[in-house]
């Protein structure tokens, strides 16, 4: 299953969301990839580190080696590196992915992680694709390679009004590019119980019959304590409110997995 995270607004919780997600799909025993394509690296230093920045085959360089025609290929599996945690792989960012776009994009790219990922989705059962927070050539890419698609919502009227936006271009990529993209559904994040704005925009979301998940994830330091201490929630506080939300998101998403799957079967 190949599943991208995307918003093309910054800090709605593509990060948080699409990495605590995986690990949670890797200690349910799920072998788990997650494919970091923003420059800001933030899933990679989340799940691997600081030394991610070290490391020599990562996404940008899968990508550049598609626009060399000479040397031996190498496999997509190459730019993926284990993480400490038990059946959780990364394909992590670099600031080069900045400097290949306009020349990936120049020279129709577009499809080449589709390519990839369909392979990779042999060994890897679950598959997250953290994306930028625009609309460019990666999270293009990855809405076309992706079988659905899970939109971060950050409960902000401006929010509203770029998710309709988002919703479009959803629809286009599907009619041009990848009729089977599905939408799982609209996450709202930073859920705040006492404020009345978020309730109101929730309810009008709803009521045009947008699919928003019922799992609110709330806002907790947590969160924050686990992207510095670069260890997932599942593992830093299995028993926290917040985990115990992305774990019932987890679980919705896992049933709109099996319903879709009995339905092409
Ligand atoms: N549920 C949450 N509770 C508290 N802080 C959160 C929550 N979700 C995300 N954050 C924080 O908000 C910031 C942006 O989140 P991030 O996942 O990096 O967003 P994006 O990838 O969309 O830019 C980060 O500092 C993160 O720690
Ligand atoms: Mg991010």
């Known amino acids: 299953m190949k599943r991208v995270i995307f918003n093309q607004k910054g800090g709605v919780g593509k990060t948080s969301i699409s990495c605590n997600l995986a690990a949670i799909s890797a200690s349910k025993g799920f072998k788990t990839l997650v494919i970091d394509l923003d420059i800001q690296g ?73 390519d990839a990922l369909n392979k990779l989705e042999s060994e890897y059962e679950h598959i997250y694709i953290d994306t930028p927070p625009a609309l460019n050539f990666y999270s293009r890419s990855a809405l076309i390679a992706a079988d659905t698609l899970v939109i ?4 902000d009227s401006f929010s509203k009004v770029a998710l309709i936006g988002l919703l479009e271009t959803v629809e286009e990529i599907r009619e041009d590019h990848n ?24 309810a009008e979301m709803i009521e045009e019959g947008l699919p928003v998940f019922d799992q609110y994830l709330s806002s907790s330091v947590k969160m924050k304590e686990s992207r510095s201490q670069q260890t997932p929630l599942i593992y830093l506080a299995p028993s926290h409110k917040l985990t115990q939300q992305l774990c019932a998101l987890h679980d919705s998403l896992g049933e709109l997995m099996e319903a879709r799957r009995a339905k092409s079967a």
């Open 42 to 114: 933030n899933s990679s230093e989340y799940l691997l580190g600081e030394q991610y920045r070290t490391l020599e085959d990562n996404a940008a360089d899968f990508f550049k080696q598609k626009l060399s025609l000479f040397g031996k290929a190498k496999e997509a599996g190459d730019f993926i590196y284990q993480t400490e945690f038990e059946n959780l792989f990364v394909m992590p960012s670099n600031p080069e992915l900045a400097v290949i776009e306009r020349e990936l994009e120049s020279r129709h790219k577009i499809y080449k992680l589709r």
């Open 152 to 155: 971060p919502f950050d409960c």
């Open 179 to 202: 009729p089977e993209l599905g939408l799982d559904g609209i996450v709202v994040n930073q859920f705040q119980t006492q404020a009345k704005l978020p309730q109101q925009l929730i």
